[in-house]
């Protein structure tokens, strides 16, 4: 397996960089945090991107997108995490939208994938319950037979982009308990169904969530996404694919912090000495480039096992996420402390990578649960 970049993919990476340098530096993340913005993002700056094909990287042809691979969208989402640009490349693109072109009708596919390309439409997943704890099979919403339709009631929590989404995908238990591998549905529930309540909510790197409750939501069974019972199997491979697009926002991130410490240490001089002359700072940052560059390694591998469907590449999740999360934390700490005291003024940039770092280390498992996953998988 090839861990470098292609000719095209080099291209679109610089592509990407040069964007998102000049249309969204960390100054535009601080102003949409002070102003509390209620979307999180830029709808105009969403519609650029759609624009420039990246939104559908992942969507085939025949619905607008590229069809291309996650190989080719991490080049994308790195360049985004270098600066935090918080579009919804998470919620709409690695969980909506895959969900559906792996799983949707035709006409569940026509009707939704289209507006996503365009960047015209935002979709979510509505999968996480209180005490989940990264079991996607932990599932107490109800879904119950109501003639030929379903009616849907429980709470789900963390729900990225909820608060904009046009729809959300939600999965429910139709028969089961609920810590069964068996029993879930994933069912598609426009934002403005009657029982549908979303309550927005901000996470630490202050990127809007929701928490999302149904009381008796009719779903007709032309919104049903798989086959019913069965949606567990689904979930889990969209969200082990989403995992990787979000280690690649990871790596870039700790790849900025890095950069801006890196030029930090050539130019503050203490006692009239460069401070990045010193040999234990120069150990620091050596460390710090080892750590960056295996999880380079670790989530090109992931992406192009998944694209080629290589039988270990859901170890490779695993192993790219455990890294990730060392590692942009480690970068994010190292940082704010080689930066001295300005390091931990709300005024400096690091500690806007500190709170991504450790939200992104939460999301779809810490480092501990993959590394626990990956043993298994291994039969340790």
């Not at 790849?255 to 010193?278: E, P």
């Not at 050596?286 to 591998?301: D, G, Q």
């Not at 192993?319 to 060392?326: F, P, V």
């Amino acid at each position: 397996m090839a861990l470098v970049l292609t000719e095209d993919q080099e291209l679109l990476a610089k592509t990407a960089l040069d964007f998102v340098r000049t249309h969204s530096p960390v100054s535009r993340v601080r102003a949409l945090r002070d102003s509390q913005d209620p979307i999180g993002f830029s709808r105009e700056l969403w519609k650029q991107m759609a624009e420039l094909g990246w939104v559908g990287i992942l969507i085939p042809e025949a619905y607008g997108g590229a069809g291309m691979g996650l190989a080719d969208l991490i080049v994308v989402l790195e360049a985004l995490g270098r600066h935090l640009a918080p579009e919804p490349f998470l919620s709409t693109v690695l969980l909506g939208g895959q969900l559906l072109t792996l799983a949707g009708t035709e006409a569940q596919k026509q009707a939704w994938l289209p507006g996503i390309v365009a960047g015209e439409t935002i979709l979510t997943v509505a999968y996480q319950e209180a005490h989940s704890r990264y079991n996607l099979q932990r599932v107490s919403t109800k879904a119950e037979p109501d003639g030929t339709s379903w009616r849907l009631s429980g709470e789900k929590i963390q729900v990225p982009d909820g608060q904009t989404a046009d729809a959300l995908i939600v999965s429910a238990r139709t028969s089961g308990e609920p810590t069964d591998p068996t029993g879930l549905t994933l069912f598609l529930i426009p934002r403005d169904a009657p029982g549908l309540t979303i309550t927005p909510q901000y996470r630490v790197d202050s990127r809007p969530v929701a928490l999302v409750s149904l009381a008796d939501v009719r779903v007709e069974p032309a919104n049903v996404i798989g086959p019913v019972g069965e949606g567990l199997p689904l979930l889990s491979q969209v969200v082990d694919r989403a995992t990787i697009g979000l280690c690649a926002e990871m790596l870039g991130g700790m790849s900025q912090i890095f950069d801006n410490t890196l030029a930090y240490l050539k130019t503050r001089q203490q006692f009239g000495v460069l401070i990045g002359t010193f040999q234990a700072l120069k150990h620091r940052a050596a460390r710090l480039f080892m750590e960056i560059e295996l999880a380079r390694s670790a989530v090109m591998a992931a992406a192009r096992a998944a694209d080629a469907g290589d039988p270990q590449w859901i170890a490779l999740v695993s192993l790219a996420k455990a890294r990730c999360s060392d590692a942009y934390i480690l970068a994010a700490n190292e940082g704010i402390q080689m930066h001295g005291g300005i390091g931990m003024t709300d005024e400096h940039d690091a500690g806007f990578y500190l709170k991504r770092a450790r939200v992104a280390e939460m999301t779809f498992g810490d480092a501990a649960w993959h590394r626990e996953r990956w043993a298994r998988l291994h039969g340790y």
